[in-house]
């Protein structure tokens, strides 16, 4: 129990001086500690569901990174990606949901934040902001996902699953399925 009774807020740390291995603009590898960490944005991930017909929205989506270790093109995920600079959970939310589902939330709707962020792995230092929106019609409409001009993305969509199939889901990665059980509850 001493050891844990010395950790510290966030605030309270200053940044760290970087030994840095390896940085290509989208993560890092940094040695701390004699760790090698890797530093990525944090991201949202969320799974929308449509109250009235009793759906969820998840992706079908084409992920290099899994193919590489199980040879499959297409992946059940759900709805997310990486927070901008300057960009709250919030608001990378409702850029997310436009790009990726083609779900545009009305003006005065509040995002609530029920779940809270996890990391994704002690190896890495970036957080998943979890998210489990109910909509109502009333809340937002639909319009063409224009995705974020990856090739990835334009290879990818959204689908609209039935609630009586959530167990029947067939997820790849520990997020979904987490995200799966928190919706279920």
Known sequence: MEKFSKLKPKNEFSEPDEDIKYEDGKLKIINYEDWSIIKERDCVVCIPYLIESNQMVLRYEYIPTFKYVDGQEFHVTVVGGGIETGETPQQSLIRELEEEA???????????????????????????????LPLNEKDYHEVVAKGDGSKEEAKSKSVKVDLKYINSVNTSDLITDYMLVKLKE
């Open 102 to 132: 083609g779900i545009v939330l009305r003006e005065d709707f509040q995002i609530e934040e029920e779940l809270k962020p996890l990391f994704i792995s002690k190896g890495h230092t970036n957080r998943y902001y979890p998210f489990i």
